[in-house]
């Protein structure tokens, strides 16, 4: 019989602090119509010292642990996805490790590639797990970073910080992956980059896009390919129309709608039929709003948050729709810029609903603060080590509290 493999338990951290689109295009001198329709942004998450790439990570990871009744007893490994570590040499995955007092005889470490990460460390959960190693144990996959650009630049508007943990088993309670039915796609460009030392990310914008879509291209049609000849999706018509939503990774929300044209293109192109853009205004954006965005609403809050992205989107989705999609099939796009990415699918469990409704995104949500342009520009200018009181009032709450001789320093709750 066919292994099950996929997310049994999922669980968010994002920054208490956030500031609205709206406010921050005032302040830029933009009309605020650019960031809110032409970019999709709503608010942007702020993190500040006290919550770096472990704290979010560790809190996300303690929540989808607390979230799946899986006792720590049963974990055999820890993977972070993450461009945004803390150390050159010692994993974020390893402090995760620490903090939340997980057993010695485990797998445990980072992945890099942008925001491909997390999904190489999915990836790598799924066949470490499906190859028999695991012996019954799960793996936690947990995606965490902090968006950077800079104040004034382009990609300001870009930016978001946060972190989603996916406890990965044998019994999918919430989403049950299509294991070994994807499409890749990687080249080497120069897209997006953060050279060593630096906090920003360099970004050559535009083509930065025009790299993204090429990839979602390229990797759709490889997933088309393997879900036509394995029986994934079946009948007639456009292959993308057989899964019943999409989620892409969301750099900024436009981006999904973008992605979303593309991959339609794909299918109608491939059919014979020419492209049509006139008509796609009608066709496709209907297929966009059903399709696409009910996975954006997490994301229009947040912002990028790189690794997370894409399953941040997914937790969104199922936020807003798991009832309604039980047993109904989902494609899955993760890009990382560089650069590498993967179109892949899977179906959403009986019973999806009443988990993700236990792990209360609304209720993180709306425990934020809004912070004015001049606070956040502050957060901005100080440096990464600035010592912070921890302050949440969050039960669960993980702080970077400060470095001493060279060993950084957590304040757990
Ligand atoms: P920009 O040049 O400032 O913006 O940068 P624009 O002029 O292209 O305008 C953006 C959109 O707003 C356009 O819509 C405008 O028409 C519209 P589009 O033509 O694209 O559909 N617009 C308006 N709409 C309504 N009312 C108005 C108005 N004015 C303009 N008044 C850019 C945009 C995304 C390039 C910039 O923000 C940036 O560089 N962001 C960072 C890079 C990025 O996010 N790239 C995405 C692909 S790469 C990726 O996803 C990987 C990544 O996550 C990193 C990783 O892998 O680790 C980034």
């Known amino acids: 019989m066919k292994q099950r493999i996929g997310i049994h338990a999922l669980g968010l951290a994002i920054p208490r602090r956030y500031v609205d689109m709206e406010e921050l295009a005032r302040a830029r001198g933009i009309d605020p119509g650019k960031y809110i329709q032409g970019l999709g942004a709503r608010e942007m998450a702020v993190a500040e010292p006290g919550e770096d790439t472990v704290a979010l990570a560790a809190q996300a990871a303690r929540r989808a642990l607390a979230a799946s009744g899986v006792p720590a007893s049963k974990l055999g490994m820890l993977v972070v996805g993450t461009e945004t ?97 994807s499409g890749t796609a990687s080249s080497h460009v120069h897209d997006f980059w953060r050279p060593l030392g630096l906090r920003e990310a360099q970004v050559d914008g535009h083509y930065s896009v025009q790299c993204y879509l090429d990839a979602v291209s390229a990797a759709y049609r490889g997933w088309r390919t393997r879900a036509i000849q394995r029986e994934v999706i079946r009948g007639v018509g456009m292959a993308s129309e057989r899964l019943a939503r999409i989620c892409y990774h969301v750099p900024f929300c436009k981006m999904a709608r973008k992605a979303h044209l593309q991959v339609r293109r794909c299918d109608l192109e491939d059919a014979g039929a020419p492209w049509d853009a006139s008509a796609e205004e009608t066709r496709g954006v209907a297929s966009f709003r059903e399709q696409v965005e009910p996975s954006l609403g997490l994301c229009a809050r947040i912002g990028n948050i790189y690794t997370g992205s894409l399953y941040l989107g997914l937790a969104g989705l199922l936020d807003a729709q798991a009832s309604a999609l039980a047993g109904e099939r989902i494609g899955l796009f993760s890009y990382g810029s560089g650069c590498t990415s993967e179109f892949f699918s899977g179906v959403v469990a009986r019973g999806a609903g009443y988990r993700i409704a236990a792990a209360r995104f609304g209720e993180l949500l709306a425990a934020r603060e809004r912070i004015s342009v001049a606070e956040y520009e502050r957060i901005m200018a100080l440096p990464p080590t600035a010592p912070l009181v921890p302050r949440s009032a969050n039960a669960d709450d993980i702080r970077f509290v400060g470095v001493t001789d060279h060993r950084r320093q957590y304040a757990s709750r």
């Open 85 to 181: 570590g803390v150390d050159h040499s010692k994993p974020v995955a390893s402090f995760v490790h620490g903090l939340l007092g997980l057993p010695q005889a485990m797998r445990v470490y980072d992945t890099q590639h942008a925001c491909y990460g997390g999904t190489a460390g999915l990836m790598a959960a799924v066949d470490w797990i499906a190859s028999g190693a695991a012996d019954g144990r799960a793996a936690l996959v947990v995606c965490s970073d902090i968006a950077r650009y800079g104040v004034g630049t382009a990609g300001e508007p870009t930016q978001g910080a946060g972190a989603v943990a996916m406890l990965v088993t044998t019994d999918p309670a919430i989403f049950e992956l299509d294991v070994g039915i």
